[in-house]
Protein backbone atom coordinates (compact mmCIF):
# COMPACT_ATOMS: atom_id res chain seq x y z
CA UNK A 1 0.00 0.00 0.00
CA UNK A 2 2.84 2.53 1.17
CA UNK A 3 4.67 1.14 -2.34
CA UNK A 4 1.30 2.37 -4.38
CA UNK A 5 1.59 5.37 -2.66
CA UNK A 6 4.63 6.69 -3.32
CA UNK A 7 4.42 5.40 -7.05
CA UNK A 8 1.78 8.30 -7.22
CA UNK A 9 3.68 11.38 -5.85
CA UNK A 10 4.97 13.73 -8.77
CA UNK A 11 7.96 15.88 -7.96
CA UNK A 12 7.11 19.99 -8.11
CA UNK A 13 8.67 19.87 -12.18
CA UNK A 14 5.69 17.20 -13.04
CA UNK A 15 3.22 19.27 -10.98
CA UNK A 16 4.17 22.42 -12.60
CA UNK A 17 4.11 21.42 -16.29
CA UNK A 18 0.75 19.50 -15.78
CA UNK A 19 -0.12 22.93 -14.55
CA UNK A 20 0.93 24.90 -17.25
CA UNK A 21 -0.50 22.51 -20.01
CA UNK A 22 -3.78 22.71 -18.38
CA UNK A 23 -3.56 26.78 -17.93
CA UNK A 24 -3.14 27.07 -21.07
CA UNK A 25 -5.37 24.85 -22.75
CA UNK A 26 -8.12 26.39 -20.86
CA UNK A 27 -7.04 29.51 -22.17
CA UNK A 28 -5.77 32.27 -19.13
CA UNK A 29 -3.02 35.48 -18.68
CA UNK A 30 -0.24 33.43 -19.22
CA UNK A 31 2.20 35.04 -22.18
CA UNK A 32 2.70 32.92 -25.19
CA UNK A 33 5.99 31.35 -25.80
CA UNK A 34 6.41 31.12 -21.62
CA UNK A 35 9.01 28.62 -20.58
CA UNK A 36 9.45 28.01 -16.71
CA UNK A 37 12.68 28.68 -15.30
CA UNK A 38 11.71 27.27 -11.83
CA UNK A 39 14.19 25.32 -9.45
CA UNK A 40 12.76 22.29 -8.82
CA UNK A 41 13.61 23.19 -4.90
CA UNK A 42 14.52 26.51 -3.18
CA UNK A 43 16.08 27.12 -0.63
CA UNK A 44 13.93 29.82 1.27
CA UNK A 45 15.67 31.56 4.14
CA UNK A 46 12.66 32.54 6.80
CA UNK A 47 14.80 34.65 9.25
CA UNK A 48 12.52 35.81 11.89
CA UNK A 49 13.30 38.97 14.34
CA UNK A 50 13.28 37.95 18.02
CA UNK A 51 9.56 38.79 19.22
CA UNK A 52 10.47 38.03 23.11
CA UNK A 53 10.37 41.28 23.89
CA UNK A 54 7.01 42.46 22.86
CA UNK A 55 5.29 39.61 23.79
CA UNK A 56 6.89 40.81 27.08
CA UNK A 57 5.30 44.32 27.00
CA UNK A 58 1.98 43.13 25.52
CA UNK A 59 1.14 40.94 28.45
CA UNK A 60 2.61 43.88 30.92
CA UNK A 61 -0.26 46.12 29.88
CA UNK A 62 -3.30 45.99 31.20
CA UNK A 63 -7.38 45.31 29.79
CA UNK A 64 -7.39 48.93 28.67
CA UNK A 65 -4.67 49.66 27.48
CA UNK A 66 -5.10 46.22 25.13
CA UNK A 67 -8.33 47.80 24.24
CA UNK A 68 -7.09 50.92 23.30
CA UNK A 69 -4.93 48.62 20.86
CA UNK A 70 -7.41 46.29 19.50
CA UNK A 71 -10.00 49.45 18.63
CA UNK A 72 -7.18 51.02 16.64
CA UNK A 73 -5.30 48.29 15.25
CA UNK A 74 -7.32 44.87 15.28
CA UNK A 75 -5.77 42.09 16.86
CA UNK A 76 -2.38 41.94 15.32
CA UNK A 77 -0.84 41.15 18.97
CA UNK A 78 -2.33 37.20 18.18
CA UNK A 79 1.00 37.16 15.23
CA UNK A 80 3.78 37.05 17.93
CA UNK A 81 2.38 34.03 19.16
CA UNK A 82 2.23 32.65 15.94
CA UNK A 83 5.38 29.76 15.81
CA UNK A 84 7.01 30.05 12.50
CA UNK A 85 7.61 26.33 11.57
CA UNK A 86 10.65 27.18 9.60
CA UNK A 87 10.19 23.34 7.95
CA UNK A 88 6.71 23.63 6.92
CA UNK A 89 7.43 26.98 5.27
CA UNK A 90 10.40 25.46 3.17
CA UNK A 91 8.06 22.96 2.32
CA UNK A 92 4.83 25.37 1.38
CA UNK A 93 7.31 27.66 -0.41
CA UNK A 94 7.85 24.99 -3.03
CA UNK A 95 4.68 24.86 -4.49
CA UNK A 96 4.30 28.34 -4.94
CA UNK A 97 4.03 29.06 -8.86
CA UNK A 98 5.04 32.71 -9.79
CA UNK A 99 3.24 32.12 -13.27
CA UNK A 100 0.36 32.48 -11.66
CA UNK A 101 1.16 33.69 -7.85
CA UNK A 102 -1.02 31.13 -6.12
CA UNK A 103 0.22 27.89 -3.86
CA UNK A 104 -0.88 24.45 -6.60
CA UNK A 105 -1.08 21.67 -4.86
CA UNK A 106 -1.47 18.59 -7.35
CA UNK A 107 -4.88 19.70 -9.06
CA UNK A 108 -5.57 22.12 -6.62
CA UNK A 109 -4.87 26.19 -6.28
CA UNK A 110 -5.04 27.94 -3.34
CA UNK A 111 -3.83 31.72 -2.60
CA UNK A 112 -4.43 34.04 0.38
CA UNK A 113 -6.86 36.79 -0.82
CA UNK A 114 -7.94 40.20 0.34
CA UNK A 115 -10.82 39.08 2.17
CA UNK A 116 -9.24 36.46 4.02
CA UNK A 117 -6.21 38.42 5.39
CA UNK A 118 -8.85 40.67 6.60
CA UNK A 119 -10.70 38.28 8.39
CA UNK A 120 -7.27 37.04 10.34
CA UNK A 121 -6.53 40.57 11.04
CA UNK A 122 -9.64 41.67 12.56
CA UNK A 123 -9.74 44.97 12.30
CA UNK A 124 -12.81 47.34 12.40
CA UNK A 125 -11.41 50.08 11.59
CA UNK A 126 -10.04 48.39 7.88
CA UNK A 127 -12.40 49.83 4.98
CA UNK A 128 -11.43 47.42 1.86
CA UNK A 129 -12.09 49.67 -0.32
CA UNK A 130 -9.68 52.35 0.64
CA UNK A 131 -6.33 51.19 -0.46
CA UNK A 132 -2.95 51.66 0.72
CA UNK A 133 -1.18 53.81 -2.09
CA UNK A 134 1.83 56.15 -1.40
CA UNK A 135 1.34 59.92 -1.96
CA UNK A 136 2.96 61.72 -4.32
CA UNK A 137 4.73 64.25 -1.65
CA UNK A 138 4.69 62.05 0.92
CA UNK A 139 5.62 63.55 4.54
CA UNK A 140 10.04 62.65 4.97
CA UNK A 141 10.76 59.50 7.34
CA UNK A 142 11.83 61.90 9.96
CA UNK A 143 8.43 63.95 9.85
CA UNK A 144 6.32 60.49 10.42
CA UNK A 145 8.35 59.34 13.42
CA UNK A 146 8.01 62.80 14.97
CA UNK A 147 4.40 62.40 14.37
CA UNK A 148 3.66 58.74 15.41
CA UNK A 149 6.37 58.77 18.45
CA UNK A 150 5.83 62.67 19.58
CA UNK A 151 9.57 63.20 19.75
CA UNK A 152 11.60 65.68 18.57
CA UNK A 153 13.00 65.90 15.12
CA UNK A 154 16.68 66.27 17.08
CA UNK A 155 15.73 63.27 18.71
CA UNK A 156 14.67 61.21 15.97
CA UNK A 157 17.55 62.36 14.00
CA UNK A 158 19.65 61.15 16.62
CA UNK A 159 18.30 57.62 16.40
CA UNK A 160 17.71 57.52 12.08
CA UNK A 161 20.03 54.57 10.31
CA UNK A 162 20.95 53.89 7.25
CA UNK A 163 20.40 50.44 5.94
CA UNK A 164 21.27 49.54 2.12
CA UNK A 165 19.02 51.85 0.38
CA UNK A 166 16.37 53.23 2.89
CA UNK A 167 16.46 54.67 6.61
CA UNK A 168 15.41 53.02 9.61
CA UNK A 169 15.13 52.99 13.15
CA UNK A 170 15.98 50.46 15.50
CA UNK A 171 13.90 48.40 17.80
CA UNK A 172 15.77 49.27 20.61
CA UNK A 173 14.79 52.99 20.46
CA UNK A 174 11.33 51.69 19.98
CA UNK A 175 11.12 49.83 22.82
CA UNK A 176 12.73 52.38 25.07
CA UNK A 177 10.21 54.68 24.51
CA UNK A 178 7.50 52.13 24.62
CA UNK A 179 8.39 51.85 28.11
CA UNK A 180 8.71 55.08 29.14
CA UNK A 181 6.79 57.22 27.28
CA UNK A 182 4.11 59.31 29.31
CA UNK A 183 1.40 59.05 27.07
CA UNK A 184 -1.12 56.03 26.68
CA UNK A 185 -2.28 56.28 23.26
CA UNK A 186 1.62 57.26 21.82
CA UNK A 187 2.83 54.18 23.41
CA UNK A 188 -0.02 51.82 21.74
CA UNK A 189 1.11 53.69 18.33
CA UNK A 190 5.01 52.81 18.79
CA UNK A 191 4.05 49.40 19.64
CA UNK A 192 1.92 49.10 16.78
CA UNK A 193 4.45 50.93 14.42
CA UNK A 194 7.02 48.04 15.77
CA UNK A 195 4.67 44.42 15.15
CA UNK A 196 4.42 45.75 11.39
CA UNK A 197 8.11 46.70 10.68
CA UNK A 198 9.50 43.44 13.03
CA UNK A 199 6.53 41.07 12.02
CA UNK A 200 4.52 42.40 9.20
CA UNK A 201 7.26 43.78 7.17
CA UNK A 202 10.47 42.43 8.54
CA UNK A 203 12.26 44.15 6.04
CA UNK A 204 15.89 44.92 8.14
CA UNK A 205 16.24 42.92 10.91
CA UNK A 206 16.11 44.36 14.18
CA UNK A 207 14.42 47.73 12.75
CA UNK A 208 11.75 49.47 11.43
CA UNK A 209 11.78 50.57 7.76
CA UNK A 210 10.82 53.95 6.82
CA UNK A 211 8.86 51.91 4.11
CA UNK A 212 6.93 50.91 6.34
CA UNK A 213 6.08 54.49 8.47
CA UNK A 214 4.86 55.61 5.12
CA UNK A 215 1.72 52.34 5.08
CA UNK A 216 1.57 52.80 9.21
CA UNK A 217 1.21 56.86 8.93
CA UNK A 218 -1.89 56.34 6.82
CA UNK A 219 -4.16 54.19 8.88
CA UNK A 220 -5.49 56.68 11.15
CA UNK A 221 -7.12 57.09 7.75
CA UNK A 222 -9.04 53.49 7.92
CA UNK A 223 -6.65 52.56 5.09
CA UNK A 224 -6.46 48.73 4.33
CA UNK A 225 -3.18 47.58 4.91
CA UNK A 226 -4.02 44.23 3.48
CA UNK A 227 -3.50 44.54 -0.13
CA UNK A 228 -0.08 46.30 0.64
CA UNK A 229 0.55 42.95 3.13
CA UNK A 230 -0.47 40.28 -0.04
CA UNK A 231 1.82 42.46 -2.95
CA UNK A 232 4.87 41.80 -0.59
CA UNK A 233 3.83 38.04 0.37
CA UNK A 234 3.84 37.60 -3.23
CA UNK A 235 6.43 39.38 -4.48
CA UNK A 236 8.78 37.84 -1.86
CA UNK A 237 7.61 34.34 -2.94
CA UNK A 238 7.96 35.38 -6.38
CA UNK A 239 12.30 36.20 -5.84
CA UNK A 240 12.49 33.17 -4.24
CA UNK A 241 11.15 31.19 -6.12
CA UNK A 242 12.66 32.72 -9.77
CA UNK A 243 16.04 32.61 -8.09
CA UNK A 244 16.31 29.52 -6.39
CA UNK A 245 17.43 31.11 -3.16
CA UNK A 246 16.26 34.21 -0.84
CA UNK A 247 14.91 35.48 2.55
CA UNK A 248 11.25 35.56 2.89
CA UNK A 249 10.50 39.28 3.64
CA UNK A 250 6.62 39.24 4.18
CA UNK A 251 4.26 38.57 6.79
CA UNK A 252 5.28 34.67 7.32
CA UNK A 253 3.07 34.48 10.26
CA UNK A 254 0.03 35.35 8.73
CA UNK A 255 0.73 33.48 5.87
CA UNK A 256 1.12 30.31 7.76
CA UNK A 257 -2.28 31.22 9.77
CA UNK A 258 -4.05 31.12 6.52
CA UNK A 259 -2.93 27.96 5.55
CA UNK A 260 -3.27 26.46 8.65
CA UNK A 261 -7.42 27.98 8.19
CA UNK A 262 -7.69 25.64 5.23
CA UNK A 263 -6.88 22.53 7.32
Given at each position: MGNEFLDRVEDNAAVRTWAEITQREKGDSLAEGYISELWDFTRVSVTQNNLQELKEIWEQWNDEVRQLFYSNYGDLPYLLDMKVDKCLFRALAQFWNPAYSCFTFGRVDLVPTIEKYTALLRCSKIQVDKVYSKAV????????????????GQWVTARMKQKRDNKCIHWKNLKDLILTHPDTKKKVDIFALSIYGLVVFPRALGHVDEA????????????????????????????????????FIGCAQLLLAWFHSHF
Open positions: NAPTFLRRLVSITGMSVTDLFDRLDKRVTPVSAILAETFRSLNACRRAGEGR
